[in-house]
């Protein structure tokens, strides 16, 4: 896969009307995420740095881990995701 420009997606996300969470579930999220990392750290199958920043910048918009699998869906099947 070649390099995110990740400005572009935020613009993308947000204005395509995803549903956002409340402060109190992206913080939930965000555990969720941490706990998963951890998992995958466990497994050697580390995230790269692109990766982070991606999952990083789609929690600051508040997606759902859903609307966040929509969206990575869109990167590799344009037009394909929702």
């Given amino acids: 896969m070649t390099a995110l420009d ?10 395509a009307g ?8 992206v913080a939930l999220w965000r555990e969720d995420m941490e ?6 750290a466990i497994e050697g199958m580390d995230l790269d740095a692109e990766d982070e920043a991606l999952f990083a910048m789609l929690l600051e918009e508040g997606l759902s ?3 966040m699998v929509d969206v990575i869906r ?3 099947r344009p037009g394909q995701a929702g």
């Avoid at 990740?6 to 204005?15: D, I, K, P, T, Y």
């Fill in 6 to 15: 990740l400005n572009a997606l935020r613009e993308h996300v947000r204005s």
């Fill in 18 to 25: 995803y549903p956002r969470g409340t402060p109190d579930q």
């Fill in 35 to 40: 706990e998963s990392r951890a998992n995958l």
């Fill in 65 to 67: 881990p859903a609307a």
């Fill in 74 to 76: 869109s990167l590799y």
